[in-house]
């Protein structure tokens, strides 16, 4: 089946560091990768719409200065947090579409847990 | 009204038990219906697809009701590591709405 790797898995820093996180399609290549959020026992929450060679499309309430989203190739995302607070902390899920067209399932990336402190 | 509407349970049952977990979906041009499984402090797996014509995987069953705009999911013979939640995702044109998951737990 497809595999989404991402990368790190666990992050703990200090408040006001960036970090980066990766999501790459192992075995095929993704035109759409999607973050996602999620707060402990509550649902995935979308945070934006990664399409190679364009601008992330963010949902509303999303900061993209503060998530910046880079899609540079069709086999790699990634996502900055940038200056993060105690209240990004959060699990932080990638996933990718394999191609185009209808009928298609989204496969995750195995999360990164983020720790600001 | 929201896209997606799942009862979150939680559903606690015996093993070997027969449980089902519905969905319902707003957007009537919907046309991919996905079910996921998520362990606790892990990522979403997906379970299976759901046909039109309903689909059948072992012991798990997921079904298509278009007229009431409803998708279900079956697991027969539950065992102890079926454990997890469960998320419906419906996709109409080109976006994923996720339900909020049920919560099951088997029971020895």
């Known amino acids: 089946g497809a595999v989404v790797s991402q990368h790190p898995s666990r992050v703990i820093c200090k408040s006001g560091t960036s970090v980066k996180i990766e999501c790459r399609s192992l075995?095929?290549?993704?035109?759409?990768m999607f973050w996602y959020r999620q707060f402990p026992k509550q649902s995935l929450m979308l945070m934006a719409t990664?399409?190679?060679?364009?601008?992330?499309?963010?949902e509303q309430g999303v900061e993209k200065d503060k998530f910046l989203i880079n899609h540079a190739s069709l086999t790699l995302s990634t996502l900055t947090v940038t200056s993060a607070h105690p209240e990004d902390s959060s699990f932080y899920i990638c996933?990718?579409?394999?191609?185009?067209?209808?009928?298609?399932?989204?496969?995750f990336g195995d999360g990164t847990r983020l720790s600001i402190l | 009204r929201k896209e997606v509407e799942q009862d979150p349970g939680p559903f606690n049952v015996p093993e070997g038990a027969t449980v089902a977990f519905n969905c319902t979906y707003s957007?009537?041009?919907?046309?991919?219906f996905f079910w996921y499984r998520q362990d606790c402090r892990k990522e979403p797996k997906l379970l299976m697809s759901?046909?039109?014509s309903g689909n059948e995987d072992g012991r798990f069953t997921a079904q298509l009701n278009r007229a009431s705009q409803y998708i279900s999911l079956l697991i027969r013979d539950s065992k102890l590591s079926d454990s997890a939640t469960y998320l419906c995702v419906v996709n109409p044109l080109s976006q994923f709405y996720f339900g909020t998951g049920t919560s099951l737990t088997v029971i020895p």
């Open positions: 996933s990718a579409l394999a191609r185009r067209g209808r009928g298609q399932p989204q496969h």
């Open positions: 957007n009537s041009a919907s046309q991919s």
């Open positions: 759901v046909y039109s």
């Open positions: 075995d095929f290549q993704a035109t759409t």
């Open positions: 990664s399409n190679e060679g364009s601008k992330a499309t963010y």
